[in-house]
Each structure stands twice: as structure tokens, then as C-alpha cells.
């Protein structure tokens, strides 16, 4: 089964960047689309950003200009480019991957971002 594992986050400084990572174990043949969400203590898991099979791209408003969501078929990788980071992005950040009838969900990589 493929299994999304993240990597990248981090303690960083208000208006510093971070780039996260998502490796799929396996082929990225069978995978749909993949998505970034996260979660903040006390509130629900939303979506940051997705990126379709095809390439198309969509976020979140709070997302929109400061974050860039790529993927590298080759390395089995989708990645979170975050900029301009303000303490209220500071939360669990977690990939997914969506095939046909399921979704698998990595493990999760706390970001903190510090004022």
C-alpha cells in the first residue's frame, strides 16, 4: 500500500519559509491527486493546498500567495513550499494521497512558528 511520510517541519521565525516534503512509497501511478492540510490544536484538519494528477493546483485563502504545492514524479515527491509564515500557521501538517475508492494520510510534521 502506498504510504505518504513527511518531512521538513520545524521551529521557524514569523516571516521565515520552510519546505515541506512528502515521500510516497511506491508508484505515484495509481494516485489521483495529493493534498497538504493541517491542524492547529483544538481545531479541525483543512485543507492547505492540492495538487491533481494532472498538475492543476488549488489553496486555501490563507494559503493563496505565500505557499506553493509541486510534485516530482520521478522522486515520488510532493512538496509544500511555505513563505511569509505567521504564527497562525503553526500546526501538524499532513499529506495525503487519494486513489480511486480510498485515501491514505502520512504521519503528520509539526510546524511552529514563532513571533
Known amino acids: 500500500q502506498v504510504q505518504p511520510v513527511e518531512s521538513g517541519g520545524g521551529l521557524v521565525q514569523a516571516g521565515g519559509s520552510l519546505r515541506l516534503s512528502c515521500v510516497v512509497s511506491?508508484?505515484?501511478?495509481?494516485?489521483?491527486?495529493m493534498g497538504w492540510y493541517r491542524q492547529a490544536p483544538g481545531k479541525q484538519r483543512e485543507l492547505v493546498a492540492h495538487?491533481?494528477?494532472?498538475?492543476?493546483?488549488n489553496y486555501a485563502d490563507s494559503a493563496k500567495g505565500r505557499f506553493t504545492i509541486s510534485r516530482d514524479n520521478a522522486k515520488n515527491t510532493v512538496y509544500l513550499q511555505m513563505s511569509s509564515l505567521k504564527p497562525g500557521d503553526t500546526a501538524v501538517y499532513y499529506c495525503?494521497?487519494?486513489?480511486?475508492?480510498?485515501?491514505?494520510w502520512g504521519q503528520g510534521t509539526q510546524v511552529t512558528v514563532s513571533s
Open positions: 495525503n494521497a487519494e486513489f480511486q475508492y480510498s485515501v491514505t
Open positions: 511506491g508508484s505515484m501511478f495509481s494516485i489521483n491527486g
Open positions: 495538487i491533481t494528477r494532472g498538475g492543476h493546483t
